[in-house]
């Protein structure tokens, strides 16, 4: 018996007025998947990353996370379920440690959370042992005491990354987590990337394709908000279809 997916997404569509952002997408993420989404400037990618999020509604069409109906689900309900996503720009508490910005996240599901602010309560050992592991998986547990805005741009893309991590997800989006890196950045996140654990799911966009598709083991490529094609890494990167309107057309075309 096949497993059912863990994302799965049944002709979703995002129109503004008359132009369809994202036009009948159907896709399917499996349990341990690693999955990029490309597509030239204006294929629609951002819109059905934000819509698979939940910080943009759906037209029509319908999307599930674990075989439940999560369409019309707000974020915060999506990230208890188990989606946890990066952002394109970095989204941190400046004056907070590293440590500190990862021990909010990891309590943002209950209310102790707002204790933070206040009188603290002693940090249980679930609690350190989640922001221990989201600090190693994402390479920063050295900068743990550092105060969060005197980072690097490349260790606050990290940091980024363990918050996405502190709530345990069972699926992860990362919205072009290389994006303003220096090539030496880019190296170490495309590495800390690759050695994610293994069943966890994943969803990127990625501007760079060569990035994209060295760290993701399915490729869908849309183009004015529908699925142009979909396969494996290599089988993409020698589609002429791709090539020609995501990488230019052939030289021999």
């Known amino acids: ?19 369809r952002a994202v036009d009948g997408v159907s896709l399917a993420v499996a349990a341990g998947e690693r999955r990029a989404i490309i597509g030239p400037n204006g294929a ?18 319908r999307i599930e996370l674990l075989g439940q109906d999560i369409t019309g689900l707000r974020v915060h309900r999506r990230a208890a379920l188990g989606m946890g996503r990066t952002y394109q720009i970095t989204n941190l508490f400046g004056d907070l440690t590293v440590e500190e910005n990862v021990r909010l996240a990891v309590r943002g599901p209950s209310r102790s959370k707002f204790s933070f602010f206040g ?4 940090r249980d050992a679930e ?3 989640a922001v221990e592991r989201a600090l190693a998986v994402a390479g920063i547990q050295g900068r743990r005491d550092t105060v969060t805005r005197t980072l690097s741009y490349g260790e606050q893309r990290q940091l980024e990354l363990a918050l996405a991590l502190a709530g345990k997800p069972r699926l992860l989006l990362l ?30 966009i990625e ?29 993409i990167r020698n589609d002429p279809k791709v090539q020609e309107v995501y990488l230019g057309r052939p030289h021999h075309a």
Request: hydrophobic letters at 45%.
């Open 127 to 129: 609690e350190l042992a």
């Open 44 to 61: 629609g990618k951002t819109t059905l990353f934000n819509a698979i999020a939940g910080e943009l509604s759906c037209t029509s069409g």
């Open 1 to 19: 018996m096949i497993p059912a997916p863990l994302l799965r997404l049944d002709r979703v569509s995002v129109a503004y007025g008359a132009l």
């Open 119 to 122: 009188r603290d309560r002693p």
């Open 175 to 204: 919205d072009e987590p290389a994006a303003g890196l220096s090539a030496a950045e880019r190296a170490r996140m495309a590495r800390i990337i690759r050695e994610l654990p293994k069943d966890l799911s994943m969803v990127l």
């Open 207 to 235: 501007h760079d394709i060569e990035l994209a598709l060295g760290l993701t083991d399915y490729v869908t490529c849309l183009h004015f908000g529908q699925v142009l094609t979909e396969g494996k890494p290599d089988a």
